[in-house]
């Protein structure tokens, strides 16, 4: 088994004047080449949890632990185009690249492996707001990928685009997880939950309602299951009632 | 890597974000040149010393005694005008803009001592009428009262009275001698004739300069919504790096918008037969006067960018405050023609201490005292504007 890199142990946060917690005594640990399918209803808690691993929010209790590398680097993929449509993909990707603290010349280079990986040569040049749905949901994920991340946390990166790209991007996923990167991927998508994920973890109002690998998942426990499959799961965990 | 590489970086994107915005790059520098060219027309006539032509004048006498008649035979000999029936046809004449003022002379206009007064006259102004012309108007008006009641006099006096009376054209008691020169403190300091290009363009600088608010909100906004404030920190940005690189931009940008003021004053102006702006300005002077006036307007932009949520609320926010500002300062409409009440106001805004500044730059020969103490204002204003504009900025994680 690859060793853990990242950790949440009993994290538990609450945004300012809400009377609710957003995450109740989360634990999740990451190991290297896992990739971990986070689930949950709108406003369960995904998002939250994504910015307290990214380091943008603190927990008010609990920890989230970098283990055996404090220098760990981990990417966020946020589920917004987070770039400048009115530049072109190469100015964008030149952008990121140029706030990273590495020489030019490893700067050259990972920007030439994140266009291969993304597959983004022949957009270089042309800006964004022009290009499809698809084009910038891989310049989205090429941006993460600059950081050359250790771990990477994608929120949804497949909304919005047609199944070629989607296939290509869970192909990607894959091939970045054979690589050795832990990978946390929030998705409201089952099937490619299914298709991806090692371990699933479910939130529902910011406690986990399950968690485990998928195949032990779906057999279910004593009270529970077997699962024909990972809806069916989710939806005994999460229930029926439909959400803010 | 440090916050000052990450702000030049920002620096760099900006630009190139600014490159590709056509309608910002209008507001900055199409807006405020158009401006600029039609003030320094349209108060060619009022912003300077040179004589106001006496407006088309059009008399109406209800008065029947032969003073008034040859009072206004003689004003029409001289100065030119019109007489007209009745009060009716001279309105006529003023709604048709065949003349642009009418001076009626009242029944009783002489008293029973036979002395003309002149609250027995009326003057009827066009809407057009050029203030400084009507202005003409009745002084003349009055100062030809004046010496009818003198000749008045005189001749009451008796035989020794003539003697006050002009050798040469027996018609005036004490006559002028020609028109008095009028100089503008501008003019007496710089030895040229003023104009209104050359009090057009700090203004229009000035009001241009503070609307890069649009831009700035506008990427500041799209950044923040996008999440890619948030993104920025991740790649370990700091958000004074962020302000810093902004800050940087837009002021570079607003030294781009005075060359583009000064080459329409210089040259385009003339070029379409205005008068041309004179350049020989106290050169540190103006660099301090640019600076300060460009950190508040960055500043305040900041500021407002900081604050609001959606570019819809920043550019009416932004750019109603730019115009409420520039109406206040004396932009819109030029400090000479306010009363004095209204002038006082305008001295207590950010455009109005960059108007002051620059005013003094561009007018005249400016020393500290003068300078400093709006410099020193527009700086401190861009400071709280930073200090306030940092509290929302910093917390770039509250943008996930």
């Given at each position: 088994?690859?060793?853990?890199v ?8 609450r ?9 109740e005594d ?38 989230v632990?970098?283990?055996g ?15 400048y ?10 952008f ?42 891989r ?15 994608l ?13 290509f ?12 990167a ?27 309602v ?11 426990t ?5 699962f ?7 939806m005994?965990?999460?229930?029926r009632?439909?959400?803010? | ?12 994107k ?11 790059l ?89 002395t ?18 009507a ?10 009262m004046l ?32 028109p ?33 608010v ?9 950044e ?27 002021m ?35 660099l301090?006067?640019?600076?300060a006036t ?19 609320h920043?550019?009416?926010l ?9 109406a206040l ?16 106001v305008?001295?207590w ?21 003068q ?30």
């Amino acid at each position: 088994m690859t060793p853990v890199v990242l950790a949440a142990e009993a994290v538990r946060y609450r945004y300012p004047q809400q009377t609710s917690l957003a995450l109740e005594d989360v634990n999740l640990s990451l190991r290297r080449g896992e990739i971990l399918g986070l689930l949950g209803p709108n406003g369960s808690g995904k998002s939250t949890l994504i910015n307290l691993l990214n380091g943008l929010r603190e927990p008010q209790a609990g920890s989230v632990r970098r283990i055996g590398n404090p220098h760990l680097r981990v990417a966020w993929v946020p589920q917004e185009y987070a770039y400048y449509p009115q530049l072109t993909c190469r100015e964008n990707l030149h952008f990121f690249a140029s706030l990273l603290a590495v020489s030019p010349q490893e700067r050259a280079t990972r920007m030439d492996q994140v266009v291969k990986a993304c597959v983004l040569d022949e957009f270089l040049d042309k800006q964004l707001r022009h290009c499809s749905g698809g084009v910038r949901r891989r310049v989205n994920i090429a941006i993460g990928l600059l950081q050359a991340p250790d771990v990477l946390l994608l929120d949804e990166p497949t909304v919005g685009v047609d199944p070629q790209t989607r296939v290509f991007l869970l192909e990607q996923v894959r091939q970045l997880a054979r690589q050795g990167a832990a990978i946390v991927y929030a998705t409201h998508y089952m099937d490619e939950a299914m298709a991806v994920c090692n371990d699933i973890l479910i939130l529902d109002h910011g406690r986990v309602v399950a968690s485990g690998d998928l195949a032990t998942l779906l057999k279910g426990t004593a009270g529970a299951g077997p699962f024909a499959n990972l809806e069916a799961l989710f939806m005994h965990y999460t229930r029926r009632l439909l959400r803010d | 890597m440090g916050a000052l590489n990450q702000a030049i970086v920002i620096f760099g994107k900006e630009w190139r974000l600014l490159l590709r915005n056509p309608h910002g790059l209008a507001v900055l520098f199409l807006m405020p040149g158009i401006f600029l060219l039609v003030m320094s027309f349209a108060l060619k006539n009022t912003l300077t010393s040179e004589d106001i032509a006496l407006p088309q004048t059009g008399w109406v006498i209800e008065e029947q005694s032969p003073l008034a008649a040859n009072w206004s035979n003689d004003w029409i000999e001289r100065k030119g005008g019109v007489r007209f029936a009745s009060r009716k046809s001279l309105l006529d004449a003023l709604r048709a803009r065949q003349v642009q003022a009418g001076v009626i002379v009242q029944d009783h206009w002489v008293d029973a001592k036979g002395t003309p007064r002149i609250e027995r006259i009326e003057l009827w102004l066009s809407n057009r009428i050029q203030p400084a012309s009507a202005g003409r108007l009745r002084a003349e008006v009055t100062a030809s009262m004046l010496q009818l009641q003198l000749k008045g006099r005189v001749a009451a006096a008796g035989p020794f009275g003539s003697m006050l009376l002009d050798d040469a054209s027996r018609a005036d008691v004490f006559a002028a001698l020609g028109p008095m020169t009028i100089r503008y403190l501008y003019e007496i300091e710089s030895g040229r004739k003023m104009t209104a290009v050359q009090q057009s363009v700090p203004a229009w600088l000035i009001f241009g300069m503070y609307f890069v608010v649009i831009p700035l909100t506008g990427v500041l906004i799209q950044e923040r919504n996008d999440g890619t404030l948030a993104r920025l920190s991740t790649f370990g940005v700091s958000p004074f790096a962020i302000l810093g690189g902004k800050l940087l931009a837009f002021m570079a940008l607003n030294w781009v918008q005075l060359l583009l003021m000064l080459w329409v004053g210089r040259w385009l102006v003339p070029l379409l037969g205005g008068d041309a702006l004179y350049l020989d300005l106290q050169f540190t002077w103006f660099l301090l006067m640019v600076f300060a006036t460009s950190a508040s307007a960055v500043g305040l932009a900041l500021l407002i960018g900081a604050y609001t949520r959606s570019f819809d609320h920043a550019a009416a926010l932004g750019g109603g405050a730019n115009v409420v500002l520039a109406a206040l300062a004396g932009i819109m409409v030029p400090r000479p023609l306010m009363p004095a009440a209204m002038q006082t106001v305008s001295e207590w805004s950010p455009m109005g201490w960059a108007l002051d500044g620059m005013q003094a730059v561009f007018l005249g020969a400016p020393d500290a005292s003068q300078i400093v103490p709006k410099a020193a204002l527009l700086l401190l204003f861009a400071c709280a504007c930073l200090l306030i504009a940092w509290h929302p900025i910093r917390h770039l994680d509250r943008f996930a």
